[in-house]
């Protein structure tokens, strides 16, 4: 997959990776798991809640950025959490402190404790205050088509909507909203929350996104090392089986090796 990878990027804000996964850092039991999983999925974005990630803020604490350092990974401030548009700004200009003047943030504002749906009215006024500070946002939001192109035109350099509830594991519920989505915007568009294991990540990739967000899918499973070698490979499978196309779905069987014109 390595030469195809190369040479079919994926592209965010002007940069380009080769892995399409993207991965958390939250919920290992430990750092060293945290830094093992990681390496196995073969991610280059990693993403960090910065209310619950230590950066640097707490000196006498151990800081995430000595396992997952900044010169081998493109780290993901997030603003998890964050219920208000004011509290995500809040939060992104924190990042943008610790990380000197990172500029790439993930925008999510839940507007449900149970769910942890979105809020799209607050994401709307807090992605544009971000783009207009000069933030490039990539934007956790339902999967809905309106908003999504709302968000493209806004200027968010990634929309990234839900497949199922965070951290619920019941994969992708509607593939047709996801495939309109996908459809409709020229940004990349990713999965994000709602992947349970790599079968919803491949389907994910097979539908046309462009890569998957992930942290529980990996984090929780019983060895997540493994897991995240599994995701690494469904997203490799998933985006080639998509660029490859796939047949036609047909109601009635076709032979492998035809009959006709054979000789007897």
């Not at 002007?14 to 850092?25: C, E």
């Not at 230590?54 to 900044?70: A, F, V």
């Amino acid at each position: 997959m390595l030469d195809s990878a190369i040479s079919d990027p994926l592209i965010i804000a002007g940069v380009s990776y080769h892995s399409r996964l993207l991965v958390g850092t939250g919920k290992y039991k430990d750092m060293q798991e945290t830094r093992l999983a990681t390496q196995a999925s073969g991610a280059q974005i990693v993403t960090v809640a910065v209310r619950r990630s230590n950066l640097g803020q707490h000196p006498n604490e151990p800081n995430l950025l000595d396992i997952l350092p900044p010169d081998h990974y493109t780290l993901l401030p997030n603003t998890a959490g964050c219920y208000n548009a004011d509290d995500a700004i809040r939060t992104c200009n924190l990042a943008r402190e610790l990380l000197d003047g990172h500029d790439l943030v993930k925008l999510e504002v839940l507007g449900d404790p149970k769910t942890l749906f979105p809020n799209v009215r607050e994401t709307l006024q807090a992605a544009e205050i971000l783009i207009r500070d000069q933030f490039k946002v990539m934007v956790y939001t339902s999967d809905d088509l309106i908003i999504a192109k709302e968000l493209e035109a806004m200027g968010c350099v990634a929309v990234m909507p839900l497949a199922a509830p965070i951290g619920s594991g019941l994969g992708i519920r509607n593939p047709y909203n996801i495939g309109f989505i996908v459809e409709a915007l020229k940004v990349p568009v990713l999965v994000d929350a709602g992947v349970g294991t790599a079968s919803d990540a491949a389907i994910a990739m097979e539908l046309g996104c462009a890569g998957v967000l992930m942290n529980t899918a990996i984090a929780a499973a019983k060895n997540p090392v493994l897991m995240a070698s599994a995701m690494k490979k469904a997203i490799e499978a998933g985006r080639e089986a998509y660029l490859a196309g796939r047949m036609p779905r047909k109601q009635y069987a076709s032979a492998s090796s035809p009959i006709d014109g054979t000789f007897y």
